[in-house]
C-alpha cells in the first residue's frame, strides 16, 4: 500500500517535469520565431532596396533624356536622394550616369565613354561591337550606362553595418 506522502511526492516531481518540458518547447518556439521574423525582415528591406532601384533607374534616365546639356555646358552625372525617415532607418540613393556614343554629340559630357570603348566597359563579343562600330550603328547614338546604388541600414544587425544594393542599366536615348 502507498502512502499518502508519497502520492503528494510523485505529482510534485512530475509538475516540475512537465514545467521543465514546456519551458523547453516554449524557448524552442521563441527561438524560430525570432529567426523568422529577421527573415522576413531582411527580405523585405532588399526587395524594398531592388524596387527603389528599378524606380530610380527609370527617373534617372528620364531627367537625362529632358536634361538641356547646351544651357549648362554639361550632362547629368549623378543624382543623390534618400527615401524614408531621417537618420539610420531609410535608404540612400547614388546614380552615377555614364553616355555612351559619338563624342560630337556628348561633348560636353566628362562621363563619356567613346564608341570603341563599348568592347572593354561592357565584356561584349567583340566581332559584334567592331561590325557595330564599323557600320555606324553605335556612333550615330547615344546610350546611357545607370548604376544606381541603394544603401540601407539591417534592422537586426548588431554592429550596424551598411548592406548595398547595386543595379546596372544600359539605356539607348
Known amino acids: 500500500m502507498i502512502k499518502i506522502k508519497n502520492k503528494k ?6 509538475a516540475i517535469f512537465v514545467i521543465v518540458i514546456m519551458a523547453s518547447v516554449s524557448a524552442l518556439i521563441m527561438n524560430i520565431t525570432g529567426k523568422t521574423v529577421k527573415a522576413t525582415t531582411q527580405q523585405y528591406q532588399k526587395e524594398q532596396a ?35 525617415e531621417a537618420g539610420n532607418s531609410g535608404y540612400d540613393i547614388r546614380i552615377n550616369i555614364s553616355y555612351l556614343g559619338n563624342n560630337t554629340l556628348l561633348a560636353n559630357c566628362r562621363n563619356n565613354i567613346e564608341a570603341n570603348g563599348v568592347v572593354n566597359l561592357l565584356n561584349t563579343n567583340a566581332t559584334w561591337a567592331d ?13 546611357l550606362i545607370v548604376d544606381t ?14 548592406i548595398s544594393f547595386h543595379r546596372r542599366t544600359l539605356q539607348k536615348m
Open 9 to 14: 511526492a510523485f505529482s510534485m516531481i512530475t
Open 50 to 84: 531592388a524596387l527603389l532601384a528599378r524606380s530610380y533607374t527609370e527617373l534617372a534616365i528620364l531627367y537625362a533624356i529632358h536634361y538641356d546639356r547646351t544651357a549648362g555646358n554639361n550632362c547629368l552625372e549623378t543624382i543623390t536622394d534618400h527615401f524614408g
Open 131 to 143: 561590325n557595330a562600330i564599323a557600320n555606324g550603328n553605335i556612333n550615330s547614338t547615344v546610350s
Open 149 to 162: 546604388y541603394i544603401t540601407y541600414k539591417d534592422f537586426d544587425d548588431p554592429s550596424n553595418r551598411n
